[in-house]
């Protein structure tokens, strides 16, 4: 059976291909290019892909750090497919905010159904609701344990966006105010410094 055949053709599916085939070394442009001419998705669906590929990629440190907040392993230590699902996932959660919380959700528990990881739709399911209730702020019985989760959590975002605007630390990012607060922050040192 060719690919094509195998999987069901979806924006979801499609981004998680291209993102698999970038950590195997193509080059994202490429990697989409083939993959949107292999598919035949509509329009909104090819523009669906392509941002949730780019999207991933853009914010791999903080999506990274978010899988390193919520789960037990860290980002780097999850099987490879796995931590492109949970990429998926976090970003239609954090970044898109047209994207219902249940679809995200679900289309995610789904990715790690068609592609393998069956076993581990529990853990992507778990992940990505602890995420939308520390989002909400609605976990009952809230604690300053989850309140420092949370900061950690935009601090690290804050702390990838000055990273990936300035790589090579000039004094101008050294300066800037998201890697002051980074800084400053004792658990973003320890997490981040």
Same mark, same amino acid.
């Given at each position: 059976?060719?690919?094509?055949?195998?999987?069901?053709?979806?924006? %979801? *599916?499609?981004?998680?291909? $291209? /993102?698999?085939?970038? +950590?195997?070394?193509?080059? &994202?442009?490429?990697?989409?290019?083939? #993959?949107?001419?292999?598919?035949?998705?509509?329009?909104?669906?090819?523009?669906?892909?392509?941002?949730?590929?780019?999207?991933?990629?853009? %914010? *791999?440190?903080?999506?990274? $750090? /978010?899988?390193?907040? +919520?789960?037990?392993?860290? &980002?780097?230590?999850?099987?490879?497919? #796995?931590?492109?699902?949970?990429?998926?996932?976090?970003?239609?959660?954090?970044?898109?905010?047209?994207?219902?919380?249940?679809?995200?959700?679900?289309?995610?528990?789904?990715?790690?159904?068609?592609?393998? +990881?069956?076993?581990?739709?529990?853990?992507?399911?778990?992940?990505?609701?602890?995420?939308?209730?520390?989002?909400?702020?609605?976990?009952?019985?809230?604690?300053?344990?989850?309140?420092?989760?949370?900061?950690?959590?935009?601090?690290?975002?804050?702390?990838?966006?000055?990273?990936?605007?300035?790589?090579?630390?000039?004094?101008?990012?050294?300066?800037?105010?998201?890697?002051?607060?980074?800084?400053?922050?004792?658990?973003?040192?320890?997490?981040?410094?």
């Amino acid at each position: 059976m060719s690919e094509k055949e195998e999987v069901r053709a979806n924006a %979801r *599916q499609v981004a998680f291909l $291209a /993102l698999r085939a970038v +950590l195997r070394g193509a080059f &994202a442009d490429v990697a989409l290019d083939r #993959l949107l001419q292999q598919f035949a998705l509509k329009g909104s669906d090819r523009r669906l892909a392509t941002e949730l590929v780019y999207g991933s990629i853009r %914010r *791999q440190r903080t999506l990274d $750090a /978010l899988i390193d907040q +919520l789960g037990k392993k860290k &980002a780097q230590d999850q099987p490879p497919d #796995l931590r492109l699902i949970l990429h998926l996932g976090l970003y239609q959660l954090r970044y898109l905010n047209q994207i219902p919380v249940s679809a995200a959700v679900d289309t995610a528990v789904e990715l790690s159904k068609q592609n393998g +990881l069956s076993g581990l739709a529990g853990f992507v399911n778990g992940l990505l609701r602890q995420y939308v209730r520390l989002a909400e702020g609605t976990q009952p019985g809230e604690t300053a344990a989850i309140s420092i989760r949370k900061d950690t959590i935009q601090c690290a975002e804050q702390c990838a966006e000055a990273i990936a605007l300035d790589p090579l630390g000039s004094p101008q990012m050294i300066q800037s105010a998201a890697w002051q607060s980074c800084i400053a922050t004792p658990i973003g040192l320890s997490k981040f410094g």
